[in-house]
């Protein structure tokens, strides 16, 4: 059985944190490009904190073999969501929640290059992670958990994934 690392809400944190002192030594990015879901309360957190536009593209990973855990074609949404102009794309910092094995990454940036509307504008794509399993086949520009091993690595929302809403209102409407 995979070993799992559970996160606290105070954790993670702590590393979005110690990932935007990473950023803010390394690199002045223009945007930051969100990988969904993962990555939606880490560009939330970083953009407060640096004072940066944001974009999120969504990516669906499938396998066709109802594996969860498993990684297989990537489909990616038609277009980027974002309120950010398109000059702002000249230094992307593109950030995911972790570089499992590297696909999610490599491919994104594959993506954003190829992307009609800000393609032309993009000068550098930099790469931002939380955490890197040991197995991943690619490097983050920025990542503050290297970790040693590939445990399950479950974040501090992943247990709403579990439950549904009646559990929700049972546990807060006893009467």
């Not at 969860?68 to 593109?94: M, N, P, T, W, Y």
Request: proline fraction near 5%; charged fraction near 30%.
């Amino acid at each position: 059985m995979q070993k799992k690392l559970i996160i606290s809400f105070e954790e993670y944190l702590d590393t979005v944190e110690k990932l935007s002192i990473q950023i803010n030594n390394g690199y002045n990015p223009t945007v930051l490009v969100g990988i969904m879901r993962g990555a939606a309360p880490i560009i939330d957190i970083l953009s407060r904190i640096l004072k940066l536009p944001t974009a999120y593209i969504v990516i669906q990973s499938y396998s066709g073999k109802k594996i969860e855990d498993q990684q297989g074609d990537l489909i990616f949404s038609r277009e980027i969501s974002s309120i950010a102009k398109e000059g702002d794309f000249k230094r992307v910092l593109l950030v995911d929640d972790l570089s499992d094995t590297g696909l999610t990454l490599n491919k994104s940036i594959e993506w954003l290059k190829t992307y009609d509307p800000v393609k032309d504008h993009i000068k550098e794509i930099k790469t931002a992670c939380l955490w890197k399993k040991k197995s991943s086949k690619f490097s983050p520009d920025y990542c503050p958990v290297l970790l040693k091993s590939d445990p399950w690595i479950v974040q501090p929302t992943e247990h709403y994934e579990e439950i549904d809403i009646k559990q929700i209102v049972k546990k807060h409407y006893k009467g």
